[in-house]
């Protein structure tokens, strides 16, 4: 691109320059407050998010509270069975309708005047009734609904009445899903208690970069792949074992609507060995050599990773310009082997966690990617280019990052020359 | 003072002047002895923040060394690759609170409180909780054979375990 050119973009959000192949985002939009503002109202109040897995809300009566996007969320089970989700506010003053993490309840009642709801939202009292009107209507102060859809245990809300729904937004993400989810089928599969919960001094789609992205595995994870693989798990593997072309399998795909999969090579021994001749019976030889030899790790737009190495589900959500909360799941099946289920949270542990061998690296690489981002200047731009006119992109390119941040362009309300 | 007292009272002495020595090892980054005071198969782990009475098949433990995973995590900080620890954060400990109580004459039950003050780049964490201990005579000494620790907050705000806790 010459120098006339390169002016004309100079106040664009995103270069995404597909004659050289150079894509480039603004700097700013890592650490500006009112890009903060606009991804709340633009994306995270109009896409559907991960919110939980049908197992911790099994029963009538179990309910969950938990922040999702920019609100608490009361998700229940109503005594019809139904899977709904409420702000966890009281009509009444916006007290906390419930203040318990997790539980099974009959209602709920608010502290401040004890109005109560049942598990399906509606008033069910108030306290001291007799001095309402007569033309005070219960029905009328129903807790505020959320829209809720689960694919295939996933529960998703969405705070966009608008909106397409949940199998729509997935798009070419519903594929994958059920490749991972398929080797649990009539499987009960339960989330475990423990959940790593974190926050960071980052802004949430540099964690999401990172999350999906194999090009930094070599450098900032030297000690999990020289040191912890070799002499803890026995396993050796080069860059190009793992990430390498080795086959048509190993790459990253877009799947629409800004979600993306990273195909890798398998390296934790965690496959139950009878699993494959059930397998080869249901799905053939081809796909069951792909579930057993290759793991992909999910991008679902805009804050959803789903690894099936453990299997891990990740969100991240912004606090603010600077700063990522992130949770981490892992989803297990409820009943299995002690060793497989040793060697699923070994592998996740040892990894994932805050006191895991990588994942402390990549939040000190982050927040000085972060810092420096405030530091630079106005029209500053970083890259996202690798591999950007080869035919298919492998794991560490960086395909996944210009899915996602084109979503993110489209779904932004920006004027293209704002500052 | 009964008997009793008095050897309760002795063993605590005993016991904090072990986790003192500890605690200015790890303050001073000298793992490759902090290390040795554990017995070969010894485990090292950090308890969940919000169920810490389940096993470690039940729930994610924030840490959860056998020994040679501890050996590489101390390995994996002092050769330089543990770039979360590179250059090694300033820590300082406060240890407190200590309870001691012998399991037979070659084992002890012991506990303290802690808290961990933490500065990086101008950033400070500060990590407070309760760690429990298994304790093997050796000498007169002891060495750890489960090392236990139970963090009192409800995330992990700002803060990784990168160090040694």
């Known amino acids: 691109m010459d120098m006339t050119t390169a002016h004309a973009f100079a106040n664009q959000w995103i270069i995404d320059d597909s004659e050289d192949g150079v894509f480039s985002v603004r700097a700013k939009a890592y650490c500006d407050p009112d890009i903060y503002v606009a991804e709340q109202k633009d994306i995270f109040d109009r896409c559907w998010l991960y919110a939980a897995h049908e197992s911790e809300i099994a029963k009538p009566g179990d309910f969950l509270t938990r922040r999702v996007g920019a609100r608490e969320l009361l998700m229940v089970r109503g005594k019809d069975g139904e899977l709904r989700a409420f702000l966890n506010i009281c009509r009444h003053k916006g007290g906390t309708v419930c203040r318990e993490r997790s539980g099974n309840a009959s209602t709920f009642r608010c502290l401040y005047h004890s109005w109560t709801y049942t598990t399906q939202g509606k008033l069910a009292g108030v306290a001291l009734k007799e001095s309402y009107a007569s033309g005070f209507d219960k029905d009328r102060f129903s807790l505020y609904p959320v829209r809720l859809e689960s694919y295939r245990g996933l529960i998703f809300i969405c705070y966009d009445e608008t909106a397409d729904g949940l199998k729509q937004f997935l798009s070419g993400a519903v594929e994958v899903l059920d490749m991972i989810l398929d080797q649990y089928e009539g499987i009960d599969m339960t989330i475990l208690p423990g959940a790593y919960e974190y926050t960071m001094s980052a802004n949430w789609k540099m964690l999401m970069e990172n999350s999906m992205d194999a090009y930094h595995a070599i450098s900032v994870h030297t000690r999990f792949f020289n040191d912890y693989m070799p002499n803890v798990m026995g396993v050796k593997m080069s860059r190009n074992d793992l990430f390498g072309r080795t086959s048509e399998h190993v790459g990253v795909r877009d799947l629409g609507n800004g979600h993306s999969v990273g195909e890798i090579r398998r390296f934790a021994k965690n496959m139950d060995a009878t699993k494959r001749s059930m397998w080869e019976e249901k799905y053939g030889k081809e796909r069951t050599d792909r579930l057993i030899n290759y793991n992909r790790n999910l991008l679902l737009f805009p804050n959803t990773i789903i690894a099936e190495q453990f299997p891990m589900i990740r969100t991240c959500f912004p606090l603010s310009a600077d700063v990522t909360e992130s949770t981490s799941w892992t989803l297990v099946p409820e009943q299995e082997d002690p060793a497989i289920r040793a060697g699923r949270l070994q592998g996740f542990t040892s990894f994932q966690g805050p006191g895991g061998f990588g994942t402390p690296d990549d939040i000190e690489v982050l927040e000085q990617c972060q810092r420096n981002c405030r530091e630079l200047p106005a029209d500053a731009y970083l890259d996202s280019s690798r591999g950007m006119k080869q035919e298919v992109c492998l794991p560490d390119d960086e395909l996944q990052n210009r899915v996602m941040l084109r979503e993110w362009r489209r779904q932004l309300d920006l004027p293209m020359g704002q500052g | ?165």
Not at chain 2, 65 to 83: A, E, F, H
Request: glycine fraction near 4%; charge should be negative; proline fraction near 2%.
């Open chain 2, 1 to 165: 003072m009964s008997q009793d007292a008095a050897l309760t009272i002795h063993l605590r002495a005993e016991i904090e002047e072990f986790l003192y020595m500890e605690a200015e090892l790890l303050d001073e980054w000298r793992l490759d002895e902090w290390l040795e005071l554990f017995e070969e198969g010894a485990i090292s782990q950090v308890l969940p923040l919000r169920d810490p009475t389940l096993g470690t098949d039940d729930s994610l433990y924030l840490i959860d060394d056998d020994y040679v995973r501890l050996k590489s995590r101390v390995q994996q900080l002092l050769n330089g690759t543990t770039y979360s620890e590179n250059p090694f954060s300033k820590l300082r400990r406060l240890v407190s609170n200590v309870r001691a109580v012998a399991e037979s004459p070659m084992v002890v039950r012991a506990r303290c409180n802690f808290m961990v003050h933490r500065s990086r780049r101008g950033k400070i964490t500060q990590y407070v909780g309760q760690c429990r201990y298994r304790l093997l005579r050796k000498g007169d000494s002891f060495r750890i054979t489960e090392r236990v620790v139970q963090l009192d907050q409800d995330n992990l705000s700002q803060g990784h375990l990168g160090f040694i806790l």
